[in-house]
T-cell receptor, first 112, second 111 residues
Framework: RKEVEQDPGPFNVPEGATVAFNCTYS??????FFWYRQDCRKEPKLLMS???SGNEDGRFTAQLNRASQYISLLIRDSKLSDSATYLC?????????????FGKGTKLSVKP | NAGVMQNPRHLVRRRGQEARLRCSPM?????VYWYRQLPEEGLKFMVY????????ESGMPKERFSAEFPKEGPSILRIQQVVRGDSAAYFC?????????FGPGTRLTVL
């Protein structure tokens, strides 16, 4: 079983749509959780950290279910600029220390 | 990328040659992580270094790969006798309290 699993997509959605990505992780000792965004041939950039209580940043909402070892990302009112690959990332350490474990990513394409 | 620099951005090598990839973390930072992203794959941890010290090299291939972070100058990831399977994007990251900031990466192509 892979450490972090994501649906690779692609998700092709129209502008304004709501889209949800899911991710599961295998190590129950994981301590910190993130969504990164990676544009084509670019470096990953942190989109948001994910907290047990769930958290929201503008149009983006992240949820964590530790019991199910499941992480989600919801994007509302999709923009063309949201087109990218979204990487689910876990860490057995808290915060930014320790080697990050990446999923392969879910590709999103937002069309006009 | 918050000041993390990598060079070269693109590197082409023939099989059997050596590749040297450089990473300068954010100013004032003394730790770096190296990750490799094979085509159509997720990033994989390779090595974690502090200046003059390797902290965790559990992700490094056993042969041909080495890394260092000297007291002065950038961190260097060295790949000896490259093979086609080494073709990938190599990213380094500089950790802060809340996140790891990634550099722009070096894209290595082995012919």
């Amino acid at each position: 079983r892979k450490e972090v699993e994501q649906d690779p997509g692609p998700f092709n959605v129209p502008e304004g749509a709501t889209v949800a990505f899911n991710c599961t992780y295998s190590n129950s000792a994981s301590q910190s959780f993130f969504w990164y965004r990676q544009d084509c041939r670019k470096e990953p950039k942190l989109l948001m950290s994910v907290y047990s209580s769930g958290n929201e940043d503008g149009r983006f909402t992240a949820q964590l279910n530790r019991a199910s070892q499941y992480i989600s990302l919801l994007i509302r009112d999709s923009k063309l600029s949201d087109s990218a690959t979204y990487l689910c990332v876990v860490n057995t350490y808290g915060g930014s220390q320790g080697n990050l474990i990446f999923g392969k990513g879910t590709k999103l394409s937002v069309k006009p | 990328n918050a000041g993390v620099m990598q060079n070269p951005r693109h590197l082409v090598r023939r099989r059997g040659q050596e590749a040297r990839l450089r990473c300068s973390p954010m100013k004032g930072h003394s730790h770096v992580y190296w990750y490799r992203q094979l085509p159509e794959e997720g990033l994989k941890f390779m090595v974690y270094l502090q200046k003059e010290n390797i902290i965790d090299e559990s992700g490094m291939p056993k042969e041909r790969f080495s890394a260092e972070f000297p007291k002065e100058g950038p961190s260097i990831l060295r790949i000896q006798q490259v093979v086609r399977g080494d073709s990938a994007a190599y990213f380094c990251a500089s950790p802060t309290d809340n996140e790891q900031f990634f550099g722009p990466g070096t894209r290595l192509t082995v012919l």
